[in-house]
């Protein structure tokens, strides 16, 4: 028997520490239960939302007026030479997991936190690598039907922090096979650990925040990329430049609305502090947009997703 608990606190469940109660909470653990939380919504005329690891998640210090379904599916196993991963396994485990049996590929995104699932729909990337490139095909539920419809890679409209999932709300991803390469096992694990010790030094992975808060921007403006290129020694890739740079070029570094601190040592990084709220977090960021577009003519776009605004 399912077990829906009320008016559950939300935010120790995110990495931002923020945000106020789920009027309805669920965690599920399998098909039938996400099934069954999706039919107690309906018939409750409820709203739903699906979370998962809470990393890349703000929510409103109201919290949520609906049912918050956590995924709990969690199961990896290799079938045919592809590693076929549910949705709610954490995605350090997938990456420990290919490594350990000889599938090379991931190593980069170990790291970085949350689930599969939420690394699918949001198409996580880290040093170069992108999850999407990895996707054989991924298998979702749409959460009006409870249809389920399977997306080959192309399908799956896979760019930049984005995906067809990302864009449709109604699909859940329920699971996705990796296609990756036949590899050394010492060989991958060394690499797994060498990335996830090259993260634990730069000392954000335990800051109370969702990891970057914007998307790199793309921008026109040829002196602005010959300033980065110059300054920083690196090529702006298609014209893109880290929103980070952006945002200390403004000149707010550690510029602070309450208990909320855009990060001292990455910029793109907005930190709770302790004792911040999520309308600071909205006051912060309104803030930080509208220098950035004043100053620069650049209009940030976020990375992090909102709930309950
Ligand atoms: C310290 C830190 C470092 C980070 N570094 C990186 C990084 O290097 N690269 C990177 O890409 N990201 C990074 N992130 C962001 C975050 O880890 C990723 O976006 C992660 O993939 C989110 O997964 P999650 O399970 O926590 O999703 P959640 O935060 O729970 O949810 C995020 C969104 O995904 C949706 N969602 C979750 N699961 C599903 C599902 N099964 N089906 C459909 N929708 C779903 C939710 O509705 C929500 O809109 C970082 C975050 C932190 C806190």
């Known amino acids: 028997m399912l077990k829906i608990q009320e008016n559950v606190p939300l935010a120790p469940m995110t990495s931002f520490r923020l945000g106020g109660e789920a009027k309805y909470f669920v965690d599920v653990k399998t098909l039938e239960e996400l099934k069954e939380a999706l039919q107690f919504a309906k018939v409750k005329d409820l709203n739903f939302y699906v979370m998962a690891g809470g990393t890349n998640l703000l929510i409103s210090d109201a919290g949520f007026d609906g049912l ?13 030479g592809l590693v076929e991963i549910s949705a709610g396994t954490p995605l350090i485990k997938v990456v420990n997991f290919s490594a350990e049996n000889g599938f090379a590929g991931i190593e980069s995104l170990a790291g970085v936190p949350g689930s599969f699932g939420g690394a699918v729909r949001g198409n996580a990337g880290a040093y170069g690598t992108e999850i999407g490139s990895h996707v054989d095909e991924v298998t979702a539920l749409n959460g009006d039907t409870l249809e389920i419809v399977k997306f080959k890679n192309q399908q799956c409209d896979f760019s930049y922090r984005s995906s067809i999932f990302k864009k449709n709300k109604k699909l859940i991803v329920l699971s996705a096979t990796l296609k990756l390469t036949p590899a050394d096992v010492a060989q991958c694990k060394a690499k797994v650990m060498e990335t996830v010790m090259g993260r634990t030094k730069k000392g954000l992975q335990g800051a109370k925040s969702a990891g970057s808060y ?11 990329l010959k300033e980065f290129e110059d300054e920083k020694g690196v090529p702006a890739r298609g014209g893109v430049v880290p929103a980070a740079w952006i945002i200390d070029k403004a000149g707010l570094r550690g510029k602070t609305i309450g208990g909320i601190q855009v990060s001292q040592e990455h910029t793109n ?7 911040g709220t999520a309308e600071n977090v909205i006051m912060l960021v309104s803030l930080v947009k509208q220098q950035v577009r004043d100053q620069f003519g650049i209009q940030l776009v976020e990375e992090v997703n909102y709930l309950g605004f």
């Open 214 to 224: 914007f998307m790199n921007p793309k921008i026109n403006s040829q002196d602005l």
């Open 68 to 80: 918050i379904i956590r995924m709990k599916i969690s199961q990896a196993e290799v079938q045919d």
């Open 269 to 275: 990084y907005i930190i709770n502090t302790g004792d």
